[in-house]
């Protein structure tokens, strides 16, 4: 494979990772909303106790930390891989590659970091609708 086949290959890794990103946040924040229209939409006769009204907050801070995370994943992602193809430009003397084994670093710690907080809104917008359902 040529150098110039080998940097638009990272250009395309770069945009097929943004939209997998842009159809995973979609996805999240629409289920989401969803969750908040419901509990926003209650009658008054149906109030919300206290730990329904915790648990909705953490799902709200859980699912808007994700985003967060991702969108910044997305960034570093995208900086990699430009980052890729800018030293594969150079000649292979002058080429440095300790940049890229910041960003794989980081992009590492920050999908598990989503994964983490991924997880605690959809585990804490699960209880809240148990609770819900059952009547508690």
């Known amino acids: 494979m040529s150098t110039k086949e080998e940097i638009f290959k990272y250009h395309e890794l770069a945009k097929d990772a943004g939209n997998r990103l842009r159809s995973y946040i979609l996805s ?19 109030t919300v106790s206290d730990t329904q009204k915790w648990l909705l907050g ?22 990699r891989f430009f980052f890729l193809a800018k030293e594969l430009e150079k000649p292979a003397e002058n080429r440095n590659w300790d940049k890229n084994e910041y960003f794989k670093s ?10 983490v907080t991924l997880g605690a809104g959809i585990l804490a917008t699960s209880i809240y609708l148990v609770l819900a359902i059952v009547g508690i």
Do not use: P
């Not at 999240?28 to 149906?46: C, H, I, Q, R, W």
């Open 28 to 46: 999240v924040s629409s289920g989401a909303t969803g969750v908040f229209f419901l509990a926003l939409t209650t009658t008054s006769e149906n």
């Open 106 to 115: 980081k992009r590492f710690w920050l999908i598990h970091a989503s994964y």
């Open 58 to 79: 953490m799902a709200l801070v859980s699912f808007v930390a994700t985003v967060g995370l991702c969108l910044y994943e997305l960034r570093i992602d995208a900086q």
